[in-house]
Antibody
C-alpha cells in the first residue's frame, strides 16, 4: 500500500527555521516525484515545487523559488521542505504528494498534511 | 504563472449532473493533455479524481469524467450524491512552472 506520512504540526516564531518531512512507503521511492503544495487558511491549493529522489532533480514555482528548499534522502525514503527564516505569512497547511506522469504533475497519493503556524 | 480559472461555486440536486470548468491558456491547458482534477473534503487531503484529461484512477467512480476543448477543461459529475459535496481543483502541466492549480470550486449538493 502506497503511503505518504508527514511529520507533526509545528508552531514557530517569525525568523525561526523549520524542516518538515514526508516519508514514502509501499513503492519504489526513487522512481516517482514528490511534490509540495501549500494551502493557506480558507484558500486554495498552491504548487510549491517538486523533487525526483532518483537523481535529486528539483523544480520550484517562481512564487516559492528562494523562499523554501526541497530535498530528499532516498536512504530513508523521506522528502523535506525547509525554511531558513519563517514569516507569519508562511502559516498554512502543507501537503506532500507523490507525483507521476509528465514531470510528476499528477499527485496520485497525498500525505495527511502538516499545519505550520508562525506567530510571535 | 496565473492560476487557472474556475467558477467559485456550483450546485446541483441529487441525481443531477454538474460540470465544472477550468480555463487556462495556450501555455498550459491548451498545449498539453495533462490536466488533473482533485476533490477535497473539509479538513482532508486532496484526492485525485481525473488525470491526463480523461483518465480515472482505480477506485474512482465512473460518475466522474473529464474532457477538454481548447484552453478549457471540464469535470462532469453525473448522478450527484451528497458525498460529492466538496471543493474541486483542476491543475495543468505547464513547461514554465511544471504545475499550475485552479482557484477551486465549491460544489454544493442541494
Amino acid at each position: 500500500e502506497v503511503q505518504l506520512v508527514q511529520s507533526g504540526a509545528e508552531v514557530k516564531k517569525p525568523g525561526e527555521s523549520l524542516k518538515i518531512s514526508c516519508k514514502g512507503s509501499g513503492y519504489r521511492f526513487t522512481s516517482y516525484w514528490i511534490g509540495w503544495v501549500r494551502q493557506m487558511p480558507g484558500k486554495g491549493l498552491e504548487w510549491m515545487g517538486i523533487i525526483y529522489p532518483g537523481d535529486s532533480a528539483t523544480r520550484y514555482s517562481p512564487s516559492f523559488q528562494g523562499q523554501v528548499t526541497i530535498s530528499a534522502d532516498k536512504s530513508i525514503t523521506t522528502a523535506y521542505l525547509q525554511w531558513s527564516s519563517l514569516k507569519a505569512s508562511d502559516t498554512a497547511m502543507y501537503y506532500c504528494a507523490r507525483g507521476r506522469g509528465r514531470d510528476g504533475y499528477v499527485g496520485d497519493y497525498w500525505g495527511q498534511g502538516i499545519l505550520v503556524t508562525v506567530s510571535s | 504563472q496565473s492560476a487557472l480559472t474556475q467558477p467559485a461555486s456550483v450546485s446541483g440536486s441529487p441525481g443531477q449532473s454538474i460540470t465544472i470548468s477550468c480555463t487556462g491558456t495556450s501555455s498550459d491547458v491548451g498545449d498539453y493533455n495533462y490536466v488533473s482534477w482533485y476533490q477535497q473534503h473539509p479538513g482532508k487531503a486532496p484526492k485525485l479524481m481525473i488525470y491526463d484529461v480523461t483518465s480515472r484512477p482505480s477506485g474512482v467512480s465512473n460518475r466522474f469524467s473529464g474532457s477538454k476543448s481548447g484552453n478549457t477543461a471540464s469535470l462532469t459529475i453525473s448522478g450527484l450524491q451528497a458525498e460529492d459535496e466538496a471543493d474541486y481543483y483542476c491543475s495543468s502541466y505547464t513547461s514554465s512552472t511544471n504545475v499550475v492549480f485552479g482557484g477551486g470550486t465549491k460544489l454544493t449538493v442541494l
